[in-house]
């Protein structure tokens, strides 16, 4: 069993930064791939980005290739998205995600075992 939260979600300017993280408790943290999804008021929650269990391989939706950046500590059960060149299009409540041990990412919204409450990221123009 895994519990994931958000934190590090607020206001920003466009062009600015912020930096998500997901902690999560339970000793099995590191055999879990981990997702952030988004989800803005009126539209369906979309995938963002993904990492595998081992931190080896990453993905990321095109909106965000090149801005954002997911990265992972397992000893501190924790990963981050860093996000930089924020756009008022990334405007969202962020959600971080993890299928069941072992189990691959893929941008399948359904997939998904545990998810954490989420985060509001607001990006002003």
């Known amino acids: 069993q895994v519990q994931l939260v958000e934190s590090g979600g607020g206001l920003v300017q466009a062009g600015g930064s912020l930096r998500l993280s997901c902690a999560a408790s339970?000793?099995?943290?590191?055999?879990?791939?981990v997702v952030w999804f988004r989800q803005a008021p009126g539209k369906e929650r979309e995938f963002v980005a993904a990492?595998?269990?081992?931190?080896?391989?990453?993905d990321y939706a095109d909106s965000v290739k090149g801005r954002f950046t997911i990265s992972r500590n397992n000893p501190e059960n924790t990963v981050y998205l860093q996000m930089n060149s924020l756009k008022p299009e990334d405007t969202a409540v962020y959600y971080c995600?993890?299928?069941?041990?072992?189990?691959?990412?893929?941008?399948?919204?359904?997939?998904?075992?545990?998810w954490g409450p989420g985060t509001q990221v607001t990006v002003s123009s």
């Open positions: 995600a993890a299928p069941l041990p072992y189990g691959i990412a893929t941008m399948n919204v359904h997939q998904y075992n545990y």
């Open positions: 990492i595998s269990w081992s931190g080896d391989s990453t």
């Open positions: 339970g000793r099995t943290f590191s055999s879990h791939a």
